[in-house]
């Protein structure tokens, strides 16, 4: 089915080191690449963070809670505090490469790739992988600077073109445009997977452009009765929207269970601002 992407491990454990061992039967909850820079290195109350799992919380809380000041992808699992919190347990039993510990404690631009499993045990578990940019591409200063004239090269804050970040607009659960979004979306889903469906996750909007992330569940809380979409709702689900002529359209959606969805949507639309659809690191 178009726009179903079966978890690419590889792509995202570029370092393995560590005391699990990826299994065959352990499922993939999540996955993202984000830029460690500055704004992860200090707490929401200005503290300097020495630990690397209270950088990797702080990096998700400033994506989903802080206005994503980076740009960095967003993931759909840890939406709240409390899901941060769980990062710690997930290092300790997954796969963490010591020698990125001191480019993240810097904070100067690493890119990592993140990717979280739950086990047969029903444990969770993190995977990191990285690499840190070339600085003939990359210039670290660029996270800082949310007016820097970039002269081609990537700026990870705003969309090129624009001089300044625009807010980005998280929207509760009982705002009427979020509705409207999820009634496009659903009439949409509810045809693919055979019955109707609901959603949980975040809408986030930027000018006349919608992104939303997360999951989608039948409305009747029982599985599809066709293989192929039971398959489909373990993925995680996205879709990019644009109003037009006040009503918002569906560019690009679908299920996935690794990057390949964000790839495809910036490639497609490669005008959709940075903060809905980060560029994914190669």
Request: hydrophobic share 40%; charged share 30%; with cysteine.
């Amino acid at each position: 089915m178009k726009n179903c992407h079966v978890p690419h491990h590889l792509v995202l454990l570029i370092l393995m080191i560590g005391p699990v061992t990826l299994k065959a039967e352990d499922k993939l909850v999540t996955s993202y690449a984000t830029v460690i820079s500055k704004n992860d290195t200090r707490n929401s109350k200005g503290a300097i963070l020495d630990e690397v799992a209270g950088i990797l919380m702080q990096d998700r809380a400033n994506a989903h809670k802080f206005g994503n000041p980076d740009g960095d992808f967003v993931d759909n699992y840890f939406t709240t505090a409390e899901r941060r919190a769980e990062i710690p347990g997930m290092l300790k039993l997954g796969d963490f490469p010591e020698q990125l510990s001191d480019p993240i404690r810097k904070g100067d631009g690493a890119v990592i790739r993140v990717a979280v499993y739950r086990n047969s045990d029903g444990r969770f578990y993190m995977s990191v992988g990285a690499r840190i940019r070339d600085q003939a591409n990359y210039d670290p200063s660029l996270m800082n600077d949310p007016e820097v004239k970039t002269n081609g090269k990537e700026a990870l804050l705003a969309p090129e073109g624009n001089s300044r970040a625009a807010p980005v607009r998280e929207l509760e659960q009982d705002d009427a445009e979020r509705q409207r979004i999820l009634n496009v979306l659903r009439l949409k889903v509810s045809i693919q997977i055979g019955e109707p469906v609901e959603f949980k996750g975040s809408v986030r909007v930027l000018g006349s452009w919608a992104k939303m992330t997360g999951n989608v569940f039948t409305k009747s809380g029982n599985e599809p009765k066709e293989e192929e979409a039971k398959s489909l709702i373990e993925l995680d689900y996205a879709a990019l929207l644009r109003k037009e002529d006040g009503d918002w359209k569906v560019l690009h959606d679908g299920f996935a269970g690794d990057v390949g969805l964000e790839i495809e949507m910036r490639t497609k639309f490669p005008d959709v601002p940075l903060e809905l659809v980060p560029r994914i690191p190669e």
